[in-house]
């Protein structure tokens, strides 16, 4: 299984970040696990931002739900992070992640059969 973020290295503020998470070696489609987004700002601890998981059932961290989206093209088999209204404080490197659900309530990066990307540097700046 691999999974590799794509998506603009360089953002303005006000802007929207799409990035996904294009998945090999096992399929998107609603299953068990939680297809998954987390982040670390520099400096910062990391921030485990949503899923979505069985069903097209999404969760967003409440911090960032008023402006975030994330969704699944089984077709394609990838995943997508949307992030509205961008704002340097969103700048970090974003991580995609098949996570077992028992890992995203553990906010664990050790789970054995979880699978992460490599992560992708964003950079909000004018």
């Known amino acids: 299984v691999q999974l590799q973020e794509s998506g603009p290295g360089l953002v303005k503020p006000s802007q929207t970040l799409s990035l996904t998470c294009t998945v090999s070696?096992?399929?998107?489609?609603?299953?068990?696990?939680?297809w998954s987004w987390i982040r670390q700002p520099p400096g910062k601890e990391v921030e485990w931002i949503g899923h979505?998981?069985?069903?097209?059932?999404?969760y967003v961290t409440p911090s960032l739900k008023s402006r975030t989206s994330i969704s699944r093209d089984s077709s394609k088999n990838t995943f997508t992070l949307q992030v509205d209204s961008v704002t340097p404080e969103d700048t970090g490197v974003y991580t995609c992640?098949?996570?077992?659900?028992?890992?995203?309530?553990?906010?664990?990066?050790?789970?054995?059969?979880?699978?992460w990307g490599p992560g992708i540097q964003v950079i909000v700046s004018s």
């Open positions: 992640a098949r996570l077992d659900p028992r890992s995203w309530y553990q906010r664990t990066k050790e789970g054995e059969n979880d699978y």
């Open positions: 070696g096992t399929s998107v489609a609603p299953n068990y696990y939680y």
């Open positions: 979505i998981g069985y069903s097209d059932i999404t």
